[in-house]
Structures are given as C-alpha cells and as structure tokens.
C-alpha cells in the first residue's frame, strides 16, 4: 500500500480533498481485483462516471462509485456475492494491504422499476488515510440492461506508486455507449453530473463519436427503460434545480468547479449536433513552428520537474474545462486560455497559451512556471484545445510541411455495419481500418472495427501497453 503522503501530495496538487483520492486509488485496486476475477472478471461490464475516470479520460472529475451490467443475471446472489468479493478483498490485501472487512460488506437484493432484480453493495475500507470511521465504496449492479455494443477490455488508469507492472485492466462500455447512457441519465435523471459528463464528452472532439452512431445507441436506450429520445425543451423544466445543486454535488469531485452556465449554455449546440441539424466549428490547432514538436499523451515527468509537472496537470484540467488559468511566471502573474504544449528545437517544453491581459498569443518555458492556479472565468477556445484528458502525453512530431491534424470517420452507415459484421464474425471485405494508438501514436490496421489494441512496442522499441485506439480512418 503506497504511503499516506502520497495521496496528501496528490490532493494538494489536484486541490482535492484527501479522501476523494484515497478512494479514487481504492477504487483503482478494487478494478484490478474485479478485473483478474475468474468468477466475474469476463462477464461484468463497467459503465457510469467512474468508468469514464478510470479507463477514458485520467483528467476529468472523481468519481466514486462502481456501477457494472452483468452479463450472467445468476451473479445476483447474496451467497455468490459474499463470496466472490471475499476473494477478491483477500487478493488487494495481499497485494497492497488495503483491508476490506468481511464483516462491513453488504449486499442488498431489490426489485428495480423494471420488475427484476438488482443489487446495491457496499464495502467498507481501510487505506493510506487509516481513519477511524471507514469509508465506503458503493457498487450498482443491474443485470437486465440493453448492452448496445460489443463490450471492451480497456487499461485503468492507476497513477499510484504501486501500480502493477502488468498493468489493470477491465471489461467496459464502448466509449459511445458510455456516452449514450449519459445523455439518457441526463434526460431520465437530470443530475449536474450527468450534465458535466455530457458537455465534457461533446467538448472532447478527437474522441467524438459520429452524431447518427451516438442517436442509435441513444435511441436503443431509450426505448429500452420507455423514454422517449430527449430534446432540449425536456430539460428547461429542470434549470433551476441543476443550478441549485451544481455546486453540492459536483464541487468536491473537481480541482475547480466551472460556471454552471458554461454548460447548461453549450446544450443547444449539443442537440443540434445530436439531431444533424448543424456540426460545431472546430478551431484550428495553433501552427506548429518550424522544428516544433506537439506534447500528447505521453507521461510529461519525462520531461519536466516535478513542481513543473504539478501546474501542468492543473493547467489540462483548465483547458479541458475551458477555464482560465493564473499563471505565476518568473516573479509576476498572468491570466492565460491554455492551449498546447511543444517540444522546440533547443529541448525546451513550451506552453502555447492566450494572454488575455495582453490580447495576443504568448509562449512560456514550462521550467519556468512557478505555480498555476484554476480560476472559474471560462473563455471560448479561439484555437484547437489539445490539452486533452485522454491520459499521460506524448510526442508527435511536426511534418516538413505541417498541417492540422482532421481525424477521418466513417458515416454512420458504413460504421454499424462494421460493427455488425464485427460481431458476427464475418469478414468485412477490402475496407481496412486504422487505429492510432493513444500512448504511443503508432498505428495499426484492422479488418474489423475493433479499437482494442494489445501490449505492443512504440516507435522506440520500448514497451507499451495497449489500450483502446483512436479511429483514424477507413482505407479501401
């Protein structure tokens, strides 16, 4: 079990409180533990908030439920229960010395709305923080949900000390069920978190899927719990109550909670995305300068220090969030629209940025940055954000004659008859797709659409471990 110093420095450094990172570091074992299950690892499918933390985006907000569908309804069991998660708290004990009492794990059995059975779990801990009422996890597991598409085995994200070497990994949603099943919460529910979820995953335009793929899948889930596919005059009724509970239900989960209104103000141009009516303008990316090379997902403690490292990671929340950032810079502070980060010729680590008090471009010296600060004042991105929250950074090199970067997808059609052909294992004929592996950048191609990408060797020879691809194209 990693040191109680550890999670004090991560809180600091994210502006969390301790407790939500020691739960997020649990939670992070608890996965690994489901995950190497023999009784439930193949068969429990992971979805909700937390998966979208854990296995998606490292830079997004805490989450601290487990929430799976079981693929076999029998789980749902008290006995079976009982003992699968008693083997499963014995395995994190002894692999880290987190203590999962026996005697402090519940599991209730009810009947849901839809007439059949569901269970809600509830496991007590004791980790780094050793306090003397003990936190709990809670786990929802339903057994008759619509899964839509074919389930994923994706990498976790564990940024502890203790991370296995082998890395954790999960059986999930497919990204876009994810995101479908946040626009259904946001319409059956209407909660602030489901609303975050849904302007983050629109905002995040790399990983967005196509807008007729997420309608489908929406509208399978809709259907499905009998709700009809949400428009934006379904909410109106709701704005006052999300307002009122933005800040209690959202604020401990977030280094900085933004303006409720930056979102709820994006949701018109979400539905209008999600109905085919119009396709938000993406900003251009800042232009590359000669002998540049752009920062993405790949770990920055390659290349800066680690107070260096600290303010970075709050200036991509910030980015992310389309917030402003003070930025304190060699003796005096400035406010700042972060935008990318590049390697120049000389090594040197910049951060492209906006100077608003300035009204022009600026880049700053990464070593150079004394302390970075979210601030709640947002701005519309006049470049292409590619501080994005899809995990570590890594480099991608400029070309001789740099261009911005357009990711290609399928239509609509094209795509789930992929999907279909995929699962049932038939050929699909010429069409090649290409997948881009979000550590490494390398590429791989496939006869199937399926993003899952194995433990493989980067471009440098060096070990990487594999994770769910980005689509890149489809080649005839």
Known sequence: MIERREILEMATRMSLRPNIVEKDYVLGWMLAGIGASGSIGKSWVFKGGTSLKKCFFETY??????????????????????????????????????????????????????????????????????????????????????IVLEPQRVSVFHPYSDAPAEGISVLSYAYEELFGEKVRALAERTRPRDLYDVINLFRNYEARPPAAVLLDVLRQKCAFKGIRIPVLADLDPHRGELESLWQHMLAHQLPSLPPYESFWDELPAFFDWLTGATSPAIPAAYA???????????????????????????????????????????????????????RTLDGSVVLHAWNTEKNEHRSYRVDRIQGARVTNRTFTPRYAVELGPQGPLMVQQAAANPRQYVPRIPSATQWRANRTAARRGTPLGKPVHVYQCPLCNKKFRRETYDSHLNPHKNEWGGPCPGRTGSFVETRS
């Not at 007439?115 to 929802?140: E, M, N, V």
């Open 288 to 342: 590359l300068s000669h002998g540049e090379a752009l920062l993405r997902h790949r770990d920055l403690r390659l290349s800066v220090s680690g107070a260096s490292q600290s303010a970075i990671e709050i200036i991509r929340f910030a980015a992310g969030n389309h917030l402003l950032v003070e930025l304190d810079y060699q003796g005096s502070t400035r406010h700042i629209e972060p935008y990318s980060l590049r």
């Open 61 to 146: 907000r805490f989450s601290e439920d487990l929430d799976f569908t079981l693929q076999d309804g029998s789980h749902l069991d008290g006995v079976f229960l009982k003992e699968t998660f008693g083997a499963i708290s014995e395995w994190v004990y002894e692999q880290t010395g987190i203590e999962l009492p026996a005697n402090l794990q519940t599991f209730e059995i009810y009947t849901n709305p839809r007439g059949t059975i569901s269970c809600q779990g509830k496991l007590s801990y004791r980790g780094p923080l050793a306090t003397h009422d003990l936190p709990r996890i809670k786990l929802d597991l339903t057994a008759d949900e619509r």
